[in-house]
């Protein structure tokens, strides 16, 4: 699992920046806010679709593996 339990990664669009979540526009200089976390730092983990469980399977009802 990518995110260690914790349903998170951290945004790789902003996080290299000086303040995380904020974006420096290169053409004004402006800050704006990240297009891919809005401005929170962390995206949504694929592996496990923000559960921090091992597999998305032991949350979701509408997948019964005995079926």
């Keep these: ?4 339990g914790t349903g998170y990664l951290t ?4 996080s290299t920046s000086a303040s995380p ?7 004004s200089g402006s800050k704006c806010y990240c297009g891919v976390c809005m401005g929170t730092a962390k995206v949504m983990c694929t592996s ?14 509408r997948i019964d593996p005995f079926d």
Excluded at 1 to 4: A, E, G, H, I
Excluded at 11 to 14: D, I, K, S, T, V
Excluded at 21 to 27: E, K, Y
């Design 48 to 61: 496990c679709l923000c559960t921090g469980r091992g597999m998305v399977t032991e949350h979701d009802p």
């Design 11 to 14: 945004c790789a669009e902003c």
């Design 21 to 27: 979540g904020r974006l420096v526009d290169p053409s």
């Design 1 to 4: 699992m990518y995110c260690k």
